[in-house]
């Protein structure tokens, strides 16, 4: 089967660093992402790897090694507003020239004062 | 609208009954897809759209559960004979093409409970 394991919760500390970790067991692979959710809120896009490797976007980070089926998200400067929920997700070829999602269940980060 | 739009943003109704979700994605949209998620819980992919066509219908728990999209724009999800485990957050996201590297932009969902 298709597994996507990632920490059900994480807490750290305002302007400090965190990084959240990601492993995959999936049938192919095309690329993986991170999304974030605030609580109520729909997941917005952050990132996407396709290529081993360290991708950097301001103050976030996301890491890929294709060959140990991992990835984590790197979040440096930590502010209040990054209390959210962090998603996984791995795109797989499915069904001929179709491809698949497969979520994880997501990271709680809660950032302490 | 600039982005993907959900109604009703909550709904409440009684175990049996029928339900219409709608989803309006973001014009130009050809990929539309829907998601569950309930609480505290990660994503559950439901079914995508390619157009007006739903070339992976997997996801659907049941055959309570249907959708359709008309004119390549707005998708309807249907659930008949509610039941209570069906309560969740209904979420809809539309990508520019299918493709696995394409971003999926998600509307606020619909919060569903099935009394």
């Known amino acids: 089967g298709q597994n996507i394991d990632q920490p059900t919760e994480m807490t750290a500390t305002e302007g400090a660093i965190v990084q959240i970790n990601c492993t995959y067991q999936?049938?192919?692979?095309?690329?993986l992402f991170w999304y974030q959710q605030h609580a109520g809120e729909a997941p917005t896009f952050l990132s996407y790897?396709?290529l081993d490797g360290l991708e950097e976007k301001g103050r976030f980070s996301s890491f890929l090694s294709r060959s140990k089926g991992y990835s984590y998200l790197l979040l440096k400067e930590l502010q209040m507003k990054d209390s959210a929920s962090y998603l996984c997700?791995?795109?797989?070829?499915?069904?001929?020239?179709?491809?698949?999602?497969?979520w994880g269940a997501g990271t709680k980060l809660i950032i302490k004062p | 609208g600039a982005g993907v739009s959900q109604s009703p943003s909550n709904k409440v109704t009684e175990k049996g009954k029928d339900v219409e979700l709608r989803c309006d994605p973001i014009?130009?949209?050809?990929?539309l897809y829907w998601y569950r998620q309930s609480l505290g819980q990660g994503l559950e992919f439901l079914i995508y759209?390619?157009?007006?066509?739903?070339?992976?219908k997997s996801g659907l728990p049941s055959d309570r559960f249907s959708a359709e999209r008309t004119g390549g724009s707005v998708s309807t999800l249907t659930i008949q004979r509610t039941q209570q485990e069906d309560s969740a957050v209904y979420l809809c996201?539309?990508?520019?093409?299918?493709?696995?590297?394409?971003?999926?932009?998600f509307g606020p969902g619909t919060r569903l409970l099935v009394l």
């Open positions: 996201a539309s990508s520019p093409t299918v493709g696995f590297a394409e971003t999926q932009y």
């Open positions: 790897n396709v």
């Open positions: 759209f390619q157009g007006n066509s739903a070339p992976d």
């Open positions: 999936t049938s192919g692979f095309n690329g």
């Open positions: 014009s130009g949209h050809t990929a």
């Open positions: 997700a791995v795109s797989r070829p499915y069904m001929d020239s179709n491809y698949q999602l497969i």
